[in-house]
């Protein structure tokens, strides 16, 4: 239990033993729950989302706009990104990021699905929405140079949270967000 | 001692006593210090930023770039970007956001001389550097407006944090990081 994330010597305990109390049946459900899960969950044969279809419902939902492409790093931001309604294209899930010390290079990524993905269906734009860290900035700038012969490339902005206050932000950020100011509309 | 911020019944009740135990000089150069602060701090005349000059040291830098104003609600938020080494124009304070709720409109503000100062200066950009809650929006919109018959008119960007995760971002941050996407350089 205590190689689950998140969960420490204590809380593994605590899960023991209340999986020791409950019925029999309950605990079977449970491990044949989990079982099942890992044999029908894969990966979207198209964007590498979680998905139990060979492709994914975002990716066969043809409502939903083509010409937009969003690279996120990890299937825990799409669904970060699904929950505020406001993007409406399909997305390519890289499964991590680059980084060396990690023995992380491009090819351990679904980079070059995403750049044969790009070159074939030609979307208008494409944006990188990766986490601001060393080695998510080295990934965007990595991906952004292979996709920019194809299409336009953007990233997402960087800058104040909102109801974050000025005060409490850090230096870089609030640098960041100095840099990126744009016009009042 | 309970009405300072962010002191509470008990951390009232610590200092007390903790300035009993002390000895008589010692409290009195306390008192004093405070005295003194309280009289030779004033405001900028032309920023309102603190200063113990009638003309504050931002101001008074003639190396500084005159060209760019950066508006901020409060005179932390001077001292927050002063941090950053990242903006080298000067500053006006405005003393706080418009909240009717609190009974703040736009004349309890220094907007009146910043209007002034604008029109007079002749900035060639004035950077609104206003923390991105309900009533520092509507004091971004609406000095906005008022300053854009005058000078091109920006605020500095909101989305994620540097360092921050997309997982852990809120749904609004999200969006507006979405929003204020741009193109890779």
Redesign the interface.
Known sequence: MQRLPGVGPKTAQRLALHILKRPETEVEALAQALIEAKKKIGLCKVCFHLSSEPVCEICRNNTRDNTTLCV???S??VI??E??R??KGKYHVLGGVISPIDGVGPEQLTIQSLVRRVSKDQPQEV???????VEGETT??YI?QLL?PFT????????????????Y????????????????D
Chains 1, 2 share one sequence.
């Open positions: 996120v790093a990890d825990r931001d970060a990104l929950k505020t406001e993007f944006i990188l929405a990766i986490s601001p860290s965007t700038l952004g920019r336009k490339v953007t990233r997402i902005a960087f800058g104040l949270p909102v109801g974050g206050d000025l005060e932000a850090d230096e870089v950020t609030l640098a960041r967000a100095l840099e990126g100011r744009r016009e009042l």
